[in-house]
């Protein structure tokens, strides 16, 4: 079972450049999320989508842009990446609103 | 606004150590109560849950109880193993903007030593 599938695992990007960070599951869920794990500040969500068409923003969107036109995918992009996006980023999905997520296994992301 | 508070780590212990890790949120209502957990290099897993006041939450030898009283999820352990070594976050699903969504604590890190 896929499951949560995330690419690329690791990316180093320079200071302007920009990139998606591509997530795509396998269970029809319909709910899909990103967040971002900073040492000390846990998970902050940063876009969610309840469905195809369907986006909203979470804690921290500044910098992000996402779109749902599959309810298998769900990328996220840096239009131009800052320092302060260095991060370990996470997709995760889950089915209707029972709370269990079901996570990628991450994407380390540096920018230089 | 809602927000979850767990204990700070990091946390070391030798094996077969009791472990508590607190948990206390703020939320409106009576959200469901979440533990997940991270091993390293790896995604967050579910630990277990905990749906309304009272309930307990087990796997693994993990228990956690809904304490409505004192809006609190702590986890515990009786016997605690060297492959236990982890992460551990509390969440509570809370209703925001029309959908629900999980806040995650800052999440404690456990050490267990032979």
């Known amino acids: 079972n896929a499951g949560v599938t995330q690419t690329p695992k690791f990316q180093v990007l320079k200071t302007g450049q920009s990139m998606t960070l591509q997530c795509a599951q396998d269970?029809?869920?319909?709910?899909m999320s990103w967040y971002r794990q900073d040492p000390g500040m846990g998970l902050r969500l940063i876009h969610y989508?309840?469905?195809?068409?369907?986006?909203d923003q979470g804690e921290v969107p500044n910098g992000y842009n996402v779109s749902r036109s599959t309810t298998e995918d769900f990328p996220l992009r840096l239009l131009s990446a800052a320092p302060s996006q260095t991060s370990v980023y996470f997709c995760?999905?889950?089915?209707?609103?029972?709370?269990?997520?079901?996570f990628g296994e991450g994407s380390r992301l540096t920018v230089l | 606004g809602d927000s979850v508070t767990q204990m700070e780590g990091p946390v070391t212990l030798s094996e077969e150590a009791f472990l508590t890790i607190n948990c206390t949120y703020t939320?409106?209502?009576?959200?469901?109560l979440f533990w997940y957990v991270q091993y390293p290099g790896e995604g967050l897993q579910l630990l277990l849950k905990?749906?309304?006041?009272?309930d307990k939450g087990s796997n693994k030898g993990f228990e956690a109880t809904y304490r409505k009283e004192t809006t609190s999820f702590h986890l515990e352990k009786g016997s605690v193993q060297v492959s236990d070594s982890a992460v551990y976050f509390c969440?509570?699903?809370?209703?925001?903007?029309?959908?629900?969504?999980?806040?995650f604590g800052k999440g404690t890190k456990l050490t267990v030593n032979p």
């Open positions: 995760a999905s889950r089915r209707g609103s029972t709370g269990e997520l079901f």
């Open positions: 269970m029809n869920h319909e709910y």
């Open positions: 989508s309840v469905g195809a068409g369907i986006t």
């Open positions: 939320a409106t209502g009576y959200p469901s």
């Open positions: 905990a749906t309304k006041a009272d």
């Open positions: 969440a509570p699903l809370i209703t925001q903007g029309g959908s629900e969504k999980l806040v």
